[in-house]
Every structure is written in C-alpha cells, then in structure tokens.
C-alpha cells in the first residue's frame, strides 16, 4: 500500500517541479508543449503496454507508468496557476531584494495552492487508480500485484479486502490530507472578501 502512494507522490511531484521550472525559462517550456500534449494524447492503455514492453515486469515500469500518466496533469495546472501571480507582487519582492526560495514560498505558492490543490485531488484518486492497474499488469509486489495473486487463485475474500483497503486509503488521502490541506492554503481567498468588506465600512 505505501507503494501506491509514492508512485503517486513521484508523478505528481515531477508535474509540478517542471511546471515551475517552465514558467521560469520560455525555451524549456517551447521543448516541453509538445511532450506534454504527445503525452496527454496517448491513452492509458497504450502508456502502459509500452511500458511493460520496455522495462519488464517491475517497480520501474509502475514508476514510469505514474510519471507518464500522471506529470502532465499536474505540469498544466502548475503553469496555469503562475499565470494568476499578481506581477505588481513579484515587482514587489524584486524591490524587496527576496531571495528566489521567498519569493516561491511568499508569493508564487499560495498563488499556486488553489490550482494545485484541485489538481492534486484528481491526481490522487485518477492516480491510485492507475497505479493499482499497472500494478496489477506487471508488479511482482503492492497492492495491485496481491488483487491479481488473489484473482488467480480465486480467493473472493481476500480479493475484497484489498479492494475495501484500496477505496480506504484514497478516502484517507482526499478526506484526511488533501481537502483539510485545500482549505488550509486556500483560507486567505475566504478571508480577503472579509476584510476588503471591513476596510470599506471602516
């Protein structure tokens, strides 16, 4: 089960690092357009037969399925979100001098969370759903390997189990971690109404 996750984590995490990395630099982001719609262009079946064809039964090929699948959603919606950055707040922290890890954590990430985080909670239930049927397909462990182990030996009771323990953890992960975490980052929007209300009475 934890293996889920980190598939999860590693193509969502690679989507975001080269969404801000294209947003930063034009050429970087001219060589990855078309990658990018090649890729979301391909359907899921085909991302994943080449895969087995390439890497073999293994955790590379669930990995490489997962970056594939999974990267381009999150590299779109990183770079929309950069577009919704106030430029008179980045002019801002270029007067101020901020270093580039203050001006991404003070003024490029909560411009980003509303994005991200809708992106994140597709991610997340799309994600686990992929990564289970690669893991199915061609895993020699995880979660998806144990549903297909149970399959082959027709045992009912232990193919439910996992299937109950694989809706739990993506009702986990939205219910307990990204929704909570959507609302803590996204909390300055319901805020600002607020105080632009009050600063106008007052």
Not at 66 to 93: F, I, Q, R, S, W
Not at 107 to 114: F, G, I, M, Q
Not at 129 to 141: I, K, Q, T
Not at 160 to 179: S, T
């Amino acid at each position: 089960m934890p293996g889920i996750v980190v598939h999860v984590v590693v193509g969502g995490v690679t989507g975001l690092l080269l969404g801000l990395l294209a947003g930063r630099h034009p050429r970087l982001r001219a060589v990855l357009e078309p990658l990018r719609w090649l890729l979301m262009s391909i359907p899921g079946v085909i991302v994943v037969v080449l895969a087995m064809l390439w890497f073999g039964m293994g955790t590379t090929m669930v990995v490489f399925i997962a970056v594939v699948l999974l990267a381009p959603g999150m590299y779109v919606n990183t770079l929309k979100g950069l577009l919704l950055v106030d430029p008179a707040l980045l002019e801002m922290a270029r007067v101020y001098r901020f270093g580039a890890w203050r001006r991404l954590r003070h003024v490029v990430l909560p411009a980003l969370a509303p994005p991200l985080c809708a992106a994140l909670l597709v991610a997340t239930c799309g994600g686990v759903r992929l990564v289970v049927m690669a893991e199915v397909l061609g895993a020699m462990d995880g979660a998806g390997f144990a549903l297909a182990n149970a399959r082959s030996t027709f045992d009912s009771g232990e193919l439910y189990a996992w299937v109950v323990l694989v809706l739990g953890l993506v009702a986990l992960l939205e219910l307990g971690l990204l929704r909570p975490l959507q609302r803590r980052l996204t909390r300055w929007q319901e805020d600002a109404p607020a105080m632009q209300r009050e600063t106008g009475d007052a």
